[in-house]
């Protein structure tokens, strides 16, 4: 009887170590072992799997493309205790200087100070001064003829960085190792900043302002500029990366503004026809500034050589944009007219000829280059 209880005993201890053991082990190795049962169980993961692939895939996405939150530029230099940032802008007259100063609370007497300009034998240099309201008029007057703090920096449409940082270093004192350093370092954040995205504008930069932190006041304004046409290129499933650098191509093939959507058409027309675009603009990108300027003619040549940016030899877009264009180009590329046409020249006058033929592209180069004896 005692050996009965005794093995029940021990049963019962044996059960309850189980169950108590069973209780901590089973989260864990149902965590790692556990797999659906039915269907509805496998179809809820795959869901729930293919949501994190999207979810990751968009946040990549949005991180390579220009952002809003991304189109803000760097602060400006905080001014000293006690005074203000006066702004003379590129085309500002003594007269508009004076009444501005006035206006401003900086002098009493415009009279006397415009004569005070009036006499100096050297202009006013456009860009922003450091002014208090405690400086005489003859204080004033030196600090305005000397180096402004910032100064304007006018980037034109169309424009190469290389371009771009040959302004900029003019503009700012840079030396020539920070100028190489922007062409090469400061303006490659990532492979779709390499070119292109260094918005055309007319900007206000700080003397002091490090080369880097240009590049990224540039990126901002194109950020911002750029942004309001990201929902309609996506709308038409147009990747932003493939719209810039084709309007970067028709900012350098047109003519003019107004020729724009004409040559975006025959272009969209040769991508979508499966031609090769054949265009100058990409060449005189490949070749380069040798010595003749960045966008000098090309020789025949140069068609021959071989490079993902000659269009003659290679079909597609070239890797990058060739250059930095304006909104027109952009818009163009958006909206481009519609167009039987497959090629295009300009005649001496600037006026565009297309054809939708190469036989009557040739006869467009008889009449209007070849031809034309009037100029």
């Not at 050297?122 to 405690?134: H, M, Q, R, V």
């Not at 309007?247 to 040769?270: F, H, K, T, Y």
Request: overall charge negative.
């Amino acid at each position: 009887m005692q050996n009965c209880v005794k093995n029940i005993i021990i049963g019962l201890v044996i059960a309850i170590l189980f169950s108590v053991g069973g209780y901590f082990l089973y989260p864990k190795l149902n965590k790692t072992t556990n797999t659906p049962n039915n269907e509805e169980e496998i179809k809820l993961i795959e869901n729930i799997e293919q949501k994190e692939t999207i979810i990751t895939n968009t946040e990549e996405i949005t991180v390579l493309a220009p952002k809003k939150e991304a189109s803000i530029p760097p602060p400006e230099p905080p001014l000293p205790e006690g005074t203000d940032r006066f702004t003379i802008s590129l085309s500002n007259t003594n007269e508009e200087i004076t009444n501005n100063l006035f206006q401003a609370g900086f002098i009493i007497d415009t009279i006397n100070f415009l004569d005070l300009l009036n006499k100096e034998k050297t202009p006013i240099s456009p860009g922003a001064y450091k002014l208090s309201k405690e400086m005489t008029e003859i204080q004033i007057n030196k600090v305005l003829h000397s180096k402004p703090y910032m100064k304007w920096v006018v980037i034109k449409e169309g424009l190469r960085k290389e371009e771009i940082a040959t302004i900029l270093a003019n503009t700012l004192g840079w030396t020539n190792a920070q100028k190489d350093n922007w062409i090469s370092v400061d303006t490659i954040p990532s492979p779709e900043y390499t070119e292109g995205v260094y918005y055309p504008d007319t900007y206000l930069i700080p003397i002091a302002e490090e080369p880097a932190l240009v590049a990224k006041r540039l990126l901002a304004k194109f950020n911002e500029k750029f942004y309001l046409f990201l929902p309609q290129f996506t709308a038409k499933n147009i990747k932003w990366t493939s719209a810039l650098t084709l309007a970067s191509i028709v900012q350098r093939e047109a003519a003019n503004n107004a020729d724009m959507p004409l040559i975006a058409g025959i272009l969209w027309n040769r991508l979508n026809q499966n031609m090769a675009l054949g265009v100058d603009a990409t060449l005189q990108y490949m070749r380069g500034d040798i010595d003749k300027g960045w966008w000098a003619p090309i020789a025949i040549s140069l068609k021959q050589t071989d490079s993902p940016f000659n269009t003659y030899k290679y079909k597609g877009l070239p890797p990058h944009p060739i250059c930095n264009p304006g909104i027109p180009a952009i818009e163009a590329v958006l909206n481009p007219t519609t167009t039987n046409c497959l090629y295009y020249l300009h005649d001496k006058n600037h006026i565009t000829h297309c054809s939708p033929t190469y036989e009557e592209h040739l006869q467009n180069i008889q009449t209007y280059l070849v031809g034309d004896t009037t100029q």
